[in-house]
Antibody, heavy 116, light 107 residues
C-alpha cells in the first residue's frame, strides 16, 4: 500500500536550517507530485509548495518562497524540504502528501520546534 | 488567493444524528473541492474529492454536495469515530487553500 514515512521531530535554534524527509513506497514516485503543508496545532493547514518528482519542477506558495526549498531523490523515492532562517513562527507540524490536486496519502507529520 | 470560509467552527451532536458542514469559496472553483478528516495528533485523511466523489474505503455515511460556490459535507448516522476536525480544500488554483476547520464533538 501507499506509505509516506517522514523524518522525526526537530528542535532547532533561531536562524538555523532544517531538512525534513518523506520516504515513499507503494507507488511510482517518479511520475507523481508531492506537496508539503504546515499546520500549527489547533489551526488550519497551509500549502507550502509542490514538486514533480519526474523532473524536479516546483511551485511554491508566495508566502513560503525563500523559506522552503523542495527537492527529490528518485533513486530512494524520497522527497525533502529545506526550511531556512528559522524563527519561532516556523514552529509547527509539517506534512508531506501525495498530490493529484487532492491529497490522498499523507505522511505522519514532523514537528519542528524553533527555540533558543 | 481563493478564500474558503468554513462553518460552523465547532458543533456537538449525538450518535446517530446527521450533521452538515459548509464551505463557501470566494470565487468559482468548479467543483475542485475536497474534504478531509483529521484526528488529534494524526495526519488529515481524504474523505471526498471533486465535491461529491467518495474516496475508496470511506464509509457511505459521508457525502458531499455543492450549490454554486457553497460546498457541503454531510455525515449521516454519526458514529463515535467521527469525532474529529474536518477541513475543506480547494484545488482549482494555486495556492491550494483550506477552510479554518470544523471541530465535531460527539455528545
Amino acid at each position: 500500500q501507499v506509505k509516506l514515512q517522514q523524518s522525526g521531530a526537530e528542535l532547532v535554534k533561531p536562524g538555523a536550517s532544517v531538512k525534513l524527509s518523506c520516504k515513499t513506497s507503494g507507488y511510482t514516485f517518479s511520475t507523481s507530485y508531492m506537496s508539503w503543508f504546515k499546520q500549527i496545532p489547533g489551526q488550519s493547514i497551509e500549502w507550502i509548495g509542490m514538486i514533480y518528482a519526474g523532473d524536479g519542477g516546483t511551485g511554491y506558495n508566495q508566502k513560503f518562497k525563500g523559506k522552503a526549498t523542495l527537492t527529490v531523490d528518485t533513486s530512494s523515492s524520497t522527497a525533502y524540504m529545506d526550511l531556512s532562517s528559522l524563527t519561532t513562527e516556523d514552529s509547527a507540524v509539517y506534512f508531506c502528501a501525495r498530490d493529484w490536486g487532492v491529497m490522498d496519502a499523507w505522511g505522519q507529520g514532523a514537528s519542528v520546534t524553533v527555540s533558543s | 488567493d481563493i478564500q474558503m470560509t468554513q462553518s460552523p467552527a465547532s458543533l456537538s451532536a449525538s450518535l446517530g444524528e446527521t450533521v452538515t458542514i459548509e464551505c463557501l469559496a470566494s470565487e468559482d472553483i468548479y467543483s475542485n473541492l475536497a474534504w478531509y478528516q483529521q484526528k488529534p495528533g494524526k495526519s488529515p485523511q481524504l474523505l471526498i474529492y471533486d465535491a461529491s466523489s467518495l474516496q475508496d474505503g470511506v464509509p457511505s455515511r459521508f457525502s458531499g454536495s455543492e450549490s454554486g460556490t457553497q460546498y457541503s459535507l454531510e455525515i449521516n448516522s454519526l458514529q463515535s469515530e467521527d469525532a474529529a476536525t474536518y477541513f475543506c480544500q480547494q484545488h482549482h488554483d494555486y495556492p491550494y487553500t483550506f477552510g479554518a476547520g470544523t471541530k465535531l464533538e460527539l455528545k
